[in-house]
């Protein structure tokens, strides 16, 4: 039985949490950033989680994370 492979696209997006979840890095936080508030920037640096009914996706993605 061959190896699965990692979709690159999806670990260099998804880290696994120590429950078995995923985290990713949020979305808007690259352009037009003049008209985002300072709280709303600086709320976007952290890190979001997959929702749930992704997480089987990403688990198929990602076997060995």
């Known amino acids: 039985m061959p190896k699965i492979k990692t979709n ?4 260099k997006r998804f880290r696994r949490t120590g429950n078995g979840g995923f985290k990713c890095g949020q979305s808007h936080k690259r352009h037009i950033l003049t008209k985002k508030s300072t709280k709303r920037k600086r709320q976007l640096r952290a890190p979001a989680t997959i929702h749930p009914s992704d997480v089987r996706m990403a688990r198929r993605m990602m076997p060995y994370s």
Do not use: K, L, S
């Open 8 to 11: 690159r696209g999806a670990a």
